[in-house]
C-alpha cells in the first residue's frame, strides 16, 4: 500500500467520524424511526454445517471476585470440549430471557448497543473426544458449534510450534446491518465497541479456566478472512462478516510467541472446503454507503509487530465483593433507569471500579495485549461517599498526563486524590445536568452514583494506521466491561451511553481539536427494576426444541 493509498484512507476515518457526531440540533444520520418488518435476527445460523452441542456449566468455577483480574492465578485447565464450552458460555453464551406480554427478548453475558449483537465468534479448535478439528461458527441460541470446516489432525502440531504453548484460536467478527439497522451511520462506532465488550469477556472467561488470550497483531485482515472463510462464503448482500481479530488462548502462566503468523500456517485454511450457507438475517437491507467506505479504510493491510502488550505495574487488590466471578458474569444487565435518592457508593468502591480499569501486568482484561493505553477517563462525579461533586480525570496512561493537562481547560485544578491512583480533581461543583445534556439528555446520566466520557488520543494514533481506528473503540468496550462488572461487584448497575453530543463534551474538558476525541459513555447507579418484566433461564428454550414444541 503506497503512502498516498494510506493518507487517503486516515482522511475518510477522519472523515467519518466527523461525520457521524451528535449535534444539538442535527444528530447524526439515521432513518429515523424503526422499521420493525427489516429488523435484523440477532442469531447468526449456517445452514448445512454439521452441529456440535455444547455443554452447560454443571457448576461455575468457584472463583472469587478477583479472579476476574489476576492472570495465572487459577491452575489450567485440560483443553477438552467440556472447558472450552464453559468459557464460551461465560463469556458469549446467553444469561436470561426477559418476556413481557407480547414479547419476548434474550439477554447475554457480552452486551451489546440496543442489544442488537452484531458480533460473532468463531473457534479454530484442535480435534478431541469425538470431535474434529476444524474452524466453527458458535451459535449462543443453540450453545453450539457449527463445523464450517474440517481441519486436519497436524495443524495443531503446527500451532504449537509456532506458539510454544498448547491452545486453540478465537476470532471475532461485526455485522454492521444489525446496527445500522437502529443507528444509520453511527453504527460502525457502535460495532467496535461491542467487540471490545466481547474481547474483555472472552479474557475474563478465560481467567476462570486458568487460560489467558493474547491478541495477534501479526496477521492482516485479508489473511484473518481466509483463515474463517469469509472470502469464499455466499453472504446475502448487505449482511456480511467483517473479521476483527484472532486471538491465542494458551495457559495463563505460559507467555506464547506473538511474532508474525508464518504464510504455512495461513495456507493450511486455503486448502480445505467451507461449508454451510448463512441464512438471511433481514428481508430488506437499507444500504450506508459511509460505513463501507470507513470499513474498507480500516482494513488492515499488514501484520503489525512490537505491540505493545501491558504497562510494568503489578496488579492491584481491589476491594472484594459477596459475589463469585462467574455469578457477576452471570448477574451482568444493562441499567435503563436509576433511582438518583438510592444511587450513592462508597469511595472505595469508587476507586476499586476506577482501579480496575487500568493496564497493569499479569491484570484481565488488559493484559489481552491490544496495545499502548490511548483512552482516559472524564468522570461527572455526582454521589461519592467523601468525595465533592465535580469532573475528575482518570488518566490511565502516565506517558500522556502533560499532553491532557496542556489540551484541556488551564482553569483546572489537577489535583491528584491518591498516590496509587492516577485520578485529579479537575473542578468541584453539581454537574448532573450537564452530564445529562451531553448524553442526549439521557435522565441516567445524571442520576446515579457518576457518569463518564472515555477521550481517546485521536489524531496522533491513526497516523499511518487508520485501522487503529477500530483499536481505540475496542479499549473503550473493554473498559465498559470492567465498569460493568465492577458496578455489579459493589450491588450497583452500569450501563453504556453511545448516543452523546461529542462536541458539548470536548467542550466541558476543553479539548480544541481532533487530538482528542470522546468516543463512549458509561453510568453506574443504583438501578430501577421494571416490575413488568419476568425472567426466564438462558436455555430453557433449548429444551422445548428438544421436545419438538
Known sequence: MTDDQVKSDVEQVLHYHEQTKHHFHQPARSLGYMDWSTQPDPFRFYKGCPLIRLPLLATDPKVAHGGLFLRGSLPA????????????????????????????????????????????????????????????????????????????????????????????????????????????????????????????????????MGWSVHLLHGISDRDLDRMLGIDRTDWVAGERDEADLLCWVCPGTEQPNLAELPDGLIEVFDRVTFQGRPETLSGERHPWPIIDTVAQACRKNRPETGMAAWREDPPTILPGSPWSAAQLIRRRRSAVAFDRRSSRMSREHFYGCLQACLPRRDQAPFDAGLGEARVHLFIFVHQVDDMQPGLYALVRNPDHLDDVQKSTWSQFLWNRLDDALPLYLLETGDRRDEARVISCNQEIAGDGVFSLGMVARYRDSLENCPHRYKHLFWETGMIGQVLYLQAEAYGLRGTGIGCFFDDPMHDACGFRDNRYQDLYHFTVGYPIEDERLTTKPAYYHLEKLQQGL
Open 77 to 208: 485447565r485440560a483443553f477438552i470440549l467440556e472447558n472450552i464450552a464453559g468459557m464460551i458460555e461465560l463469556s458469549l453464551g446467553l444469561s436470561a430471557w426477559k418476556t413481557i406480554p407480547g414479547s419476548t427478548w434474550s439477554l447475554r453475558m457480552n452486551p451489546s448497543s440496543g442489544n442488537l449483537h452484531p458480533t460473532e465468534s468463531y473457534w479454530i479448535l484442535p480435534g478431541g473426544q469425538g470431535y474434529p478439528g476444524g474452524v466453527y461458527h458458535y451459535s449462543p441460541f443453540l450453545h453450539s458449534l457449527e463445523l464450517r470446516a474440517e481441519l486436519a489432525d497436524t495443524v495443531a502440531q503446527i500451532w504449537r510450534e509456532h506458539f510454544g504453548t498448547c491452545g486453540f484460536l478465537v476470532a471475532v467478527s461485526s455485522i454492521f446491518w444489525r446496527e445500522a439497522w437502529k443507528y444509520g451511520e453511527r453504527a460502525f462506532r457502535y460495532c467496535h465497541h461491542d467487540v471490545g465488550h466481547a474481547l474483555a469477556a472472552l479474557r475474563f472467561a478465560a481467567n476462570l
